[in-house]
């Protein structure tokens, strides 16, 4: 059961940070309902998932220290949060926050969890 365990909690963050970086790339295809040029579109789609492109790094580096992974995600979630209160507040962007902020901290902590779980095999005398 340990095994298994071990498995879950290995991949479960890495699992959801493709699907979420894969759902924030989804917002960059509005580019192609406009009628822009071919570099247009490119420099459009670009400029969409630029944070998407960063996540990505975070997670290649990530997927062998869990640590940068870690606060990373979670320091992806606060900047949003911090970014959507500089502008005017209205109380439905309380759910915009917990949709895009919360599966970062989520990821984020799962990392942190399987970072402090491998520190601890690490650690132990067997």
Request: net charge positive.
């Amino acid at each position: 059961m340990k095994k298994k365990t071990n498995i879950s909690v290995y991949w479960a963050p890495r699992i959801l940070a493709i699907i979420f970086i894969l759902f924030l790339m989804l917002f960059s295809l509005d580019v192609f309902a406009e009628n822009l040029s071919f570099w247009q579109t490119v420099v459009g789609l670009f400029m969409h998932n630029v944070t998407a492109l960063i996540l990505l790094a975070v997670l290649l580096i990530s997927w062998k220290y869990e640590i940068v992974g870690g606060i990373a995600f979670i320091l992806a979630g606060l900047l949003y949060i911090v970014v959507l209160l500089r502008n005017s507040f209205e109380w439905y962007m309380l759910f915009w926050s917990i949709q895009i902020a919360g599966p970062p901290f989520i990821i984020g902590i799962l990392f942190l969890i399987g970072w402090s779980k491998k520190k601890k095999i690490k650690n132990s005398p067997e």
